[in-house]
């Protein structure tokens, strides 16, 4: 087994991202000592019955006292808060690092507060599933997925090469990114899709002709997909929109320019139209499946064929 | 085993459906005989490799003499042709079905072309894959999901109980539904969150500054689920906005009304509208899953969770 990346690394907060990133890097040695802190009594309780690290506290100043990497796993809106508490505290020529969706407002609220001896890498791993807190992690998470990082222009390049290390020993593929074109191309894969996810799965709901109980039996057909998006967290969720505003509100502004001119041919009776932009968007899931981001098992694998 | 429901079952279309209707009609003996047609060679010839049928043929009229169940598997704009191509040639007493995602255009279309001494009672089971062709069935397709059926006021009691009883074999639930509220239900559950994922997947893939290749990789977040369901037939789902149509707009209107709400909540920062929204719909996944719709695995059993 190679040497640990970090001798002590604090990981703030211990959600799905934070518990999957304990459980690997315990498993494969990758930091001498993980710190874990979280604010809330009973999350910090199930993050010990886990054995999710070597020291527990709720203090943040505490927690990042000494270590050489510190990764915030919050709510991208609790980061000027922490960034404010933690400041103070944080070592000499310490890694600062998040996982947080969006990237220019993490720096953002994170920059007025810390020390220059620091170094700010922001991250972004592109994974996770319907389901939070530290009960959900595993060690696989990051498997084959991408991480961004988005480190400011002045950022020291070991401390980017080390984190870069560490993701990759997670499993991740690592690229670099400027930090507003990444809150971009996250707007579009990411945050439109849940909004729209969220969107229908309430407008469902709200219908008083259709049942719930109609709109639960029957949802096999393209809704049910809709709803494991709709069910991811919605702390985590409503944070991504209030601090990602721009360029979700001008991606959000070209769907339905796009939505409209579906709708126009629909009343109109246009089903070339209709055709074409249907075998259009077929291609765009074969480059995903020959990248190796996604299973080409039908309905990913629901079903099992004997056939 | 069982006396066979059908003596002479003919399936006119013979893809994803139809196929899976005859893998598992086959394999539990439900019809003495299976006639398949498909009105091109090259597709026969698939059918025939699959060994899906006992009689193949590529015309209408002599596909269904003698049948005593038509059951239509063909994209929804083709039905008036169809019916007119086979209403001569219906044996007496026959049962004429379908598979079709909408109801009363279905019927609209077939009544003009039908003698009356046939039983018209429209089916729609809910399954499906992002797969086409006679190469994409399976026997396990039907297994524990619905099948709507819509019969008219007069259809005839025994011929719905026999369809009634064929699904059940196919694996299916069944339950009776009016077609227009049956249009409706479809059009929330399954018409619109198709749409919107072709449309999505439209604009991601028309942005200027976002490259394709970024779209690809970084989908694994929400985006990667609809590009599944943006996978689906073009011609099928053409014909159903096509003959849905009033359904579908209506419904769209909604989403778009909803929408309009969640975007104006984002612009003026109003967290709790969106944290609330973002609660109520985790209560719909929860339901979908205890009724057995779905996998509780995260994301669909993506990940081996070894932990």
Same mark, same amino acid.
């Given at each position: 087994m190679a040497e640990a990346i970090f001798k002590r690394l604090c990981l703030i907060g211990i959600g799905l991202i934070g518990s999957s990133i304990a459980l690997r890097a315990r498993r494969d040695r990758l930091a001498e000592t993980i710190v874990v802190q979280t604010r809330r009594k009973e999350t910090l309780e199930k993050a010990k019955a886990r054995n999710l690290g070597d020291v527990y506290t709720d203090s943040v100043a505490e927690a990042v006292k000494d270590a050489d990497c510190v990764i915030l796993c919050i709510p991208v809106g609790a980061f000027s808060q922490v960034g404010e508490r933690m400041g103070p505290h944080l070592a000499k020529e310490a890694i600062v690092s998040d996982v947080g969706s969006v990237k220019r407002s993490v720096i953002d609220q994170l920059r007025p507060h810390l020390p220059d001896h620091v170094h700010l890498v922001p991250g972004h791993p592109i994974a996770g599933t319907e389901y939070s807190g530290p009960?959900?992690?595993?060690?696989?998470?990051?498997?084959e997925r991408w991480c961004l990082l988005t480190p400011d #222009?002045?950022?020291d390049a070991d401390a980017i090469q080390r984190l870069t290390a560490f993701w990759k020993a997670l499993g991740s593929y690592v690229d670099v990114m400027e930090p507003d074109h990444h809150d971009r191309v996250l707007a579009v894969v990411s945050h439109i899709p849940h909004l729209i996810a969220y969107n229908i799965v309430g407008t469902a709901s709200d219908l008083?002709?259709?049942t719930q109980s109609e709109v639960i039996k029957f949802s096999?057909?393209?809704?049910r997909d809709f709803t494991r998006i709709a069910a991811s967290d919605p702390v985590m969720w409503r944070d991504v929109f209030l601090h990602n505003k721009d360029a979700v509100l001008e991606m959000l502004g070209r769907f339905s320019e796009d939505l409209s001119a579906l709708q126009r041919a629909i009343r109109w009776g246009d089903g070339d139209l209709l055709f074409d932009h249907f075998t259009k968007t077929r291609a765009i899931r074969r480059g995903i499946i020959e990248a190796g981001q996604?299973?080409? #098992?039908?309905?990913?694998?629901?079903y099992t064929i004997e056939d």
């Amino acid at each position: 087994m190679a040497e640990a990346i970090f001798k002590r690394l604090c990981l703030i907060g211990i959600g799905l991202i934070g518990s999957s990133i304990a459980l690997r890097a315990r498993r494969d040695r990758l930091a001498e000592t993980i710190v874990v802190q979280t604010r809330r009594k009973e999350t910090l309780e199930k993050a010990k019955a886990r054995n999710l690290g070597d020291v527990y506290t709720d203090s943040v100043a505490e927690a990042v006292k000494d270590a050489d990497c510190v990764i915030l796993c919050i709510p991208v809106g609790a980061f000027s808060q922490v960034g404010e508490r933690m400041g103070p505290h944080l070592a000499k020529e310490a890694i600062v690092s998040d996982v947080g969706s969006v990237k220019r407002s993490v720096i953002d609220q994170l920059r007025p507060h810390l020390p220059d001896h620091v170094h700010l890498v922001p991250g972004h791993p592109i994974a996770g599933t319907e389901y939070s807190g530290p009960e959900a992690g595993f060690t696989t998470l990051f498997d084959e997925r991408w991480c961004l990082l988005t480190p400011d #222009a002045g950022a020291d390049a070991d401390a980017i090469q080390r984190l870069t290390a560490f993701w990759k020993a997670l499993g991740s593929y690592v690229d670099v990114m400027e930090p507003d074109h990444h809150d971009r191309v996250l707007a579009v894969v990411s945050h439109i899709p849940h909004l729209i996810a969220y969107n229908i799965v309430g407008t469902a709901s709200d219908l008083e002709e259709i049942t719930q109980s109609e709109v639960i039996k029957f949802s096999a057909s393209g809704f049910r997909d809709f709803t494991r998006i709709a069910a991811s967290d919605p702390v985590m969720w409503r944070d991504v929109f209030l601090h990602n505003k721009d360029a979700v509100l001008e991606m959000l502004g070209r769907f339905s320019e796009d939505l409209s001119a579906l709708q126009r041919a629909i009343r109109w009776g246009d089903g070339d139209l209709l055709f074409d932009h249907f075998t259009k968007t077929r291609a765009i899931r074969r480059g995903i499946i020959e990248a190796g981001q996604e299973t080409d #098992a039908p309905n990913f694998g629901r079903y099992t064929i004997e056939d």
